[in-house]
């Protein structure tokens, strides 16, 4: 169950089109013919210019399908956690669909055709969705609406941190998984596609984890000669053009996987907030959201 939301194409000065990444893939062909047999969103939900429709669609979907569930996820924890809030406004109406009617306000038509040929009269999945939803708490939901869920899979590293400790009360134990973060190693018998090189270089950071490259001229280092607690931004070089580029994520090295270094995501050089002369890293203002959320736990309020 992957929560999925096409962006629209926005025309350039020079009238080229551009679009999200996600977008890109989504119109795929190869995309286009899987999505069936991996994913319980149907197509049409994804592009569907309404957002409302498009959540509620796809939540379901996911419902109706449930029992053959094992991962769910989108590209950021902050949709996950989205999807949980419009999911917890909305349960009854699903509930209500889930019987065998499909709501008016499901005007767009790919929704409407696509939810008309799945949706199918189930009262015992309603009662079961509505005794689950019903309970006085809502600690590991998604556990129990998708109850054969393995993990769930998301960005939850950088900015998307501040979601984490909800999105965790909902998952009730199940991992976090961040998995659209990886490294193209380079492969020299592969000459038909386009090959990566991935270097770094040695940042210094202070305590606001404001952080800066030691020096444009140092010399880029290797996999094999990262040192451990140390961070680095990220080169890259490809067949394609780029010549070490620097993406300007920052990485940490947490330890070693045998003499693989593991990493730790950190964030992203030159992002600030600059208001009035002061500059507010996005790791300052991590850090002061997850302050402000435990003064507010005590005193029974919650942040949104």
Sequence with gaps: MELMFAKPEVGTPSGLKASAASTRLFKGSSFRDMLPKLYTSPFETIFCPDTKQ???CQLL?????RDEVVKIGSVFASTVLRSIKFFKNNWKELCS????R??????????????SSIVKPDPELADLVENICRCESWHGIIRRLWPKTKYVAAVC???????TAELEFNCGGLPLVGVYYEFVPVKEECVTETRYQAEFRGVSHNDSLEMKSIDEDTEPVDLVNMKPARC???LVTSSTGLYRYRVEDVLM???FH?????????????IALSVDMERTSQADLLKAVIEAKTLLDQLGFILS
């Design 61 to 65: 979907f996911g419902l109706i399908q």
């Design 253 to 255: 090295v947490t330890g």
């Design 97 to 100: 669909n889930i019987t065998g």
């Design 54 to 56: 498009r959540m509620y």
């Design 232 to 234: 680095f931004e990220l």
């Design 102 to 115: 499909i709501s008016d306000w499901i005007t767009d038509s790919g929704c409407w055709n696509a939810s």
């Design 157 to 163: 590293t950088g900015a998307m941190m501040q979601y």
């Design 258 to 270: 045998n003499n693989a270094p593991q990493f730790r995501f950190m964030g992203r050089q030159n």
